[in-house]
């Protein structure tokens, strides 16, 4: 898929990227790391092996064409919002068994919690206004998808 690395250290926004390969903890975090920065927060999505009381056995992203704007939109509001140093969004599309990691997003700030803050908003915000769907199959041969209007 794409990746957008933004401009120059005076810009927060570090890393943007929708990917159809495995994601990469690593490199979120350095994305996001500065000498300014006492705090760094770090959330990890995982694809876990249920939902609503069934059984999930894989699921599959799929982003509509604006995601990777919607993303950066995003990432944007939250860098301009709170008083961070940077931040990075990473979500994996594609199909996805249980346990890979679907996404990874970081925050740093010269202190901790702001950097907790802005990383909660920031995939809040992700989850609520980035188009990406979730298409999710249950062992028991049953389907959904979640996150479509």
Do not use: C, N
């Amino acid at each position: 898929m794409t990746s957008t690395q933004i401009g120059a250290s005076a810009d927060a926004v570090r890393l943007v990227a929708l990917r159809d390969r495995p994601l990469d903890v690593g490199e979120v975090t350095a994305a996001v790391s500065d000498p300014a920065a006492g705090g760094v927060t770090v959330f990890v999505g995982a694809v876990r092996d249920h939902d609503g009381g069934r059984s999930v056995s894989r699921l599959e992203y799929t982003a509509h064409p604006t995601a990777q704007e919607r993303l950066a939109e995003v990432a944007a509001e939250v860098a301009a919002e709170f008083d961070v140093v940077a931040v990075a969004a990473v979500h994996r599309l594609g199909v996805l068994a249980v346990g890979d990691l679907a996404v990874v997003s970081a925050v740093s700030a010269a202190h901790r919690g702001t950097a907790f803050e802005a990383s909660r908003a920031l995939i809040d915000r992700l989850k609520q206004r980035v188009p990406i769907w979730k298409h999710q199959e249950f062992s028991d041969g049953t389907e959904e998808w979640v996150g479509t209007p």
